[in-house]
């Protein structure tokens, strides 16, 4: 009896029933969609009753994906998808009229193409934080995957050979993750609710450089989040002052007592990677020495 092994499972698993579902024999009932496994079929778990079941799907494929990588936490980057690298927004700039709304529209993407390359050292910088006792990865580089200060983002933590995330989403016109993306932490979504769960659940720091409704969705639910106590405070960077004081007016709201002043101390104004990391280590040093 002591050299008598217990199996580790008695049922076959849902991979070996797949296959032989496939290899079974052609009849009109083994054909009918009702005989199909039911995760092997996609008109079910496509119907509207299984909303559900595809939330909690899309919560748990990215899930599992990191717990597997080691991701302890992530360093996230907000921003446009419209702002071109320099040498782009140079030949932009040259190519535009000599006047009117375009030419004021190329000037302005041309100034702040040097986030780009803010981004970029920025992530170079996080990119570089050793793993912890455990063998888990901090500050690993997250973006939305797409380009300009996306890819900027993938693109840093590519250059000091680190891996990155992105959570990409599915939208009407073609899009693609940019080529700066580890492929085994790209990951897709359908539901823009549960993309930002993820970017969020490991975060613990964020830059956000100018952007337009997507960054300011995000970026404001952050916010909100910090504001409401139902996440604890994490440094929040915003790239370019001037461009977030022209659209927005967050002394206004705080005049007009829609928020607190001491909402004003949610976020940060940075210019330089440098400035970024220096405000992200001291605040870990504060408040949790075990990670800065």
């Known amino acids: 009896m002591n050299d008598t092994k217990v199996p580790t499972r008695v049922f076959p698993r849902a991979k070996q029933d797949a296959e032989t579902a496939k290899a079974g024999v052609s009849t009109p009932q083994t054909t009918h969609p009702a005989y199909t496994l039911a995760f092997q079929d996609m008109d079910f778990l496509l119907r509207e009753d299984l909303r559900p079941v ?5 919560l748990l494929k990215p899930e599992l994906i990191m717990d597997e990588a080691k991701i302890a936490s992530t360093f996230v980057f907000y921003g ?11 030949a932009l700039l040259d190519a535009a009229p000599a006047s009117g709304q375009q030419r004021r529209i190329a000037e302005r993407l041309f100034e702040k193409s040097r986030y780009y390359d803010v981004a970029r050292e920025l992530a170079q910088k996080v ?17 939305g995957g797409g380009p300009s200060i996306m890819e900027a983002a993938n693109r840093g933590a590519a250059d000091v050979g680190a891996e990155s995330i992105a959570l990409n989403i599915v939208l009407p016109h073609e899009q693609a993750p940019n080529p700066y993306v580890t492929p085994a932490l790209s990951m897709q979504f359908h539901y823009f609710a549960l993309r930002k769960m993820h970017f969020l659940l490991r975060a613990r720091a964020l830059a956000a450089f100018p952007g337009g409704f997507g960054t300011f969705d995000e970026l404001f639910e952050l916010l909100t989040l910090i504001q409401t106590g139902k996440i604890k405070p994490m440094p929040v960077l915003l790239y370019g002052r001037e461009f977030w004081e022209r659209v927005v007016n967050f002394e206004a709201l705080v ?24 405000v992200v ?6 408040h949790d020495p075990t990670i800065a």
């Open 80 to 90: 446009s998808a419209r702002i071109p690298e320099p040498e782009k927004a140079r």
């Open 255 to 278: 005049e007009e007592g829609v928020i607190a002043e001491r909402d004003l101390k949610l976020f940060t104004y940075c210019e330089t990677a440098q400035e970024g990391w220096d």
């Open 127 to 143: 990119s570089n934080f050793p793993l912890d006792e455990d063998g888990k990865r901090h500050f690993v580089v997250c973006s």
């Open 54 to 58: 595809r939330f909690q799907l899309e």
């Open 281 to 286: 280590r001291k605040h870990y040093e504060q």
